[in-house]
């Protein structure tokens, strides 16, 4: 698809209609983004694919579906697949396999019916490009009825559902390191939600089947995305009876995998999948619930994300539940699974393509020590109520100024400084985040990261998809101590600036 022509820095949700249409199954989806101008797919510090999520048109009422905002008529749309910066890539193929005397496994596309894309691309330069998604599709024409008479083999249409959402991480130096989303939400705090917050964030099932694909998704601080069976309401199968510190069954652990292993904040990772021999029950009225588990003794994370997708096929009902146990539950592994061990534990779903992304503090890091580099002195300093961003500058109190520009600005103490994004109406968004003191090192992987002094969430926001306020300035907090403060932009983290309370 495209080219597209992405504008310098810009990171907006874009939605097509030019989809191939026909009727038939899709087995499997890679997708890549690629830079029109070399034909490679640009690092993740130049571009990537933010997320990327294809829904069909139904008219099904036993389809799940998405409020897109394109909905017309009856019909409405139902999630066929998502991506996000990890690449996550989906063979149904390989879970059929496994199981040689079972059914073939495919989502159902119906040509007659609209599709769509809704994607965002995000430009981390300050130059515009020109780039082209790629989605590499493995497809089967054909009803199941005409599949079957051709072939002798069952094909039955699964059904997707994706759920989640998106929270802020608080930091807490001294605690535990490890934060549950919804758990971890203190009773009556911000997004407390008494029916999620001591279940997880779940959806009740309307439909029965068994599950045979799913995996999760998080951004760079994030560890795993835990779902589990809770069964339905009033039954008491929330309780932890697999004794792993979750509510109900388990049933997935999609882990973060890093490229880097001994890297846990990159953003160069991939998520891991269910194996191909994984199983599960679902039955109407199950609640199915995700934890977000992130890393939060270092870091803070903004607009951080827990969301998975499950795979399942109707055609497969299971037994009605016998109680609140494995055989009710709990997954199984089919025998020709090729991995083995723990059914419950994801594995990564497809191989690197890629050298890993430049990281620092590590032994292969190109820049190799630490993070931050050589201070470099402030020439002036101006006592100031306001610094202006534009042109992906912070000014004054820009890093990257030289010269009578590198100016350091100050506000006395208990005052404020207030940031006005100039840049919003060219549609780019920015963000004020703190950062340990110097924050001057190159952007890489794994840096910078915020250390949660402040955030101002996103200023310049025109996004309809992402539902963010719309705001071009912001105003620092009013009680920092007497020092110096550093700080970057989390959508454009090579932009970094700083301050002074006097």
Known sequence: FGPFHVPAGQDLNRITLDLPVNNGFYTAIAPDLIDVATGEEPSHQVAHIHHAHWFRSTNDPNDERYNTGLEFGDQGFSWVFGTGEEETQGSLDARADVDPTGPRYGLYIDGDSPQMLIYMLHNKTARPLNLFVLLRVKFVSGTADEIKTATGKEFHPLRGKLWGTTFDVPREANGDGTYVHPLDIPVGGPGYNAAFSTRGKFFTSGFSGTIVAGAGHLHPAGREVVISNLGPAGSGCEADSDSDGYPGITLVHSRKFEHVAANNYSEDYQMGATKNGFRAP??????????????????ASYQAMSYAGLYTDTLQVPAAATGCNATSYAPILLAGDPVGGDVTEGVLNHPRTHAPDPHCELAVSPFNGPCNVAERPWLNSVETNSVHIGGFKYLP??????????????????????????????????????????????????????????????????????????KVNWSTPTGLGVGRYSYFCRTHPWMRGAFEVI
């Open 282 to 299: 679902i039955r109407v009225g199950d609640r199915i619930a995700q934890f977000g588990v992130y890393s939060n003794d270092l870091y």
């Open 397 to 470: 109190g820009d890093e990257g100024s030289s010269g009578v520009a590198r100016v350091l600005p100050q506000v006395k103490q208990g005052k404020s400084i207030t940031f006005i994004n100039e840049d919003a109406a060219l549609g780019i968004r920015h963000t004020v985040t703190s950062c340990g003191w110097p924050c001057n090192g190159p952007y890489v992987a794994n840096y910078p990261m915020p250390d949660a002094t402040f955030d101002s969430a996103m200023l310049g926001n025109v996004d309809p998809v992402d539902g963010s306020a719309f």
